[in-house]
């Protein structure tokens, strides 16, 4: 088993940064990546980023790309998410996930492809 907690969210004005973080602690042996994702008020949960946990290649939404930087530290299992130049459309509760069962899933994009997340925290940004 294997638990994620995110932390860092907050209310921002448009423009402003944040840094989330997500903890991560037990069965972390095998990981092959690590993820993040949102949900705005009444969307679907949509990709984010993700990094690949031993080679540390990242991937973007298009939404994100540029102004977003996912991140690890392998020695404290903890993946981070620099957020710069932040938008309205930003707005959403933010969840991290971790591919560590089953090897890589070359579908990071999608949410079925991670087993565990975390319980989210919420990113407001005021225009």
């Known amino acids: 088993q294997v638990q994620l907690v995110e932390s860092g969210g907050g209310l921002v004005q448009a423009g402003d940064s944040l840094r989330l973080s997500c903890a991560t602690s037990g069965r972390t042996f095998s990981r092959s990546a690590m993820g993040w994702f949102r949900q705005a008020p009444g969307k679907e949960r949509e990709f984010v980023a993700c990094?690949?946990?031993?080679?540390?290649?990242?991937y973007y939404a298009d939404s994100v790309k540029g102004r977003f930087t996912i991140s690890k530290d392998n020695a404290k299992n903890t993946v981070y998410l620099q957020m710069n130049s932040l938008k309205p459309e930003d707005t959403a509760v933010y969840y991290c996930a971790s591919q560590d069962v089953g090897g890589w899933r070359s579908r990071y994009d999608l949410e079925k492809s991670y087993n565990y997340w975390g319980q989210g925290t919420q990113v407001t940004v005021s225009s």
């Open positions: 990094i690949t946990w031993i080679g540390g290649i990242t």
